[in-house]
């Protein structure tokens, strides 16, 4: 019989969504005495409303992991969303009917007497209650503190940025894996960016396969931005399984705007590393838009990106390991794909003090 892998076993969704609301209405029906005679009468309604806000969303929070590691639910889009729906179900019953039963008031009036501004932030404080099993507990993009200012490649070729981002995930793959879904990347003809389609692939689904028509790359290979343009990121270095360097050139013999850097490398447990970086050179200049802004968004895509290659790579079956007894090929011991830690680090810094110099 086929397991549901998106059924966390032994236990129904609905129980798991009854539980998660359950938490965070009862952590509400505590606060709501506190707040109607407590604080109402000293800071009015409003306000009363706005300071109780941050605390139910801290208790969603909280509910949410709780339920989702406590009953292993897995990281299936329909199954956490499917929980959230679930326990919003539950939650507007809930409002409504202790608004009916303990005030005499209809849903209508229970909506239209809310304060305008306090009853739009706790609507949608009610649309996080449902989204938050799907946003808790995903894969971890951070990146940590040593692999944000350490080096990577590409890093030389803007010594001084206006704007530096960098996230990683790990994959449960070998970076020999997971280099083919790096290497078909862009818009149009290509296989798409894995992030949102309808933003950056004119609604096109990117790729579930690796394309082997797209594999083999050169220096100045243009991943296309976008379907139908002629401009996008050109390829500025690589090396098969360990790095791209993608970079926006103004012109052809201009030097890059901005760098986009994929780095792979070799975890302890044999799993890989895939640390991503971006690069604003001091004309870059998307849009005009500010640089927070601009950051936001490509924190963002960039997140939903690196989910999206790391489902992609898993989802083909990992290759069976066969132990080996043959004698050790000194040359492949050698080859800078078989290491399990980088040597670009003292190179790359040394690259960036020549040009500081300059």
Known sequence: ??????????????????????????????????????????????????????????????????????????????????????????????????????????????????????????????????????????????????????????????????????????????????????????????????????????????AEQIMPELQNLAIGTLFPALPGVTDGFNVLQYESDISLVLGWLPTTNDAPIMTWAFVLEKTKDGNTRLLVRARGGQNYRFHHLPMWLIRLGHFIMQRKQLHGIARRAEQRPAPKRVERRASVDLRRTTNSRDRAEPLWDLECCIRLLERSRQ
């Open 1 to 206: 019989m086929k397991v549901n892998q998106e059924q966390p076993a032994g236990v129904s969704r609905l129980t798991v969504a009854l539980l998660y609301f359950g938490l965070v209405f009862g952590a509400g029906f505590v606060l709501g005495p506190i707040r109607i005679l407590w604080l109402v009468p000293r800071v009015g309604v409003r306000t009363a409303e706005l300071l109780e806000t941050p605390i139910m969303v801290l208790v969603t929070v909280l509910a949410a992991r709780w339920v989702i590691r406590h009953y292993n639910v897995q990281p299936a889009f329909a199954t956490r969303p499917g929980i959230g729906v679930i326990a919003l179900s539950f939650m507007v019953v809930a409002e409504f009917g202790l608004g009916f039963v303990l005030r005499g008031i209809s849903v209508s009036e229970y909506i239209t007497n809310r304060d305008p501004i306090s009853g739009t932030v706790y609507f949608l404080a009610l649309g996080l209650f449902a989204f938050m099993p799907a946003l808790v507990l995903q894969r971890s993009t951070r990146a940590t503190r040593e692999e944000r200012v350490r080096c990577l490649p590409g890093d030389e070729l803007i010594s001084q940025p206006i704007g530096s981002l960098t996230q990683a995930i790990t994959i449960r793959r070998s970076r020999h894996e997971i280099w083919p879904w790096l290497a078909q990347m862009g818009a149009g003809n290509r296989a798409g960016w894995y992030s949102y389609d309808f933003i950056d692939n004119s609604g096109r689904r990117s």
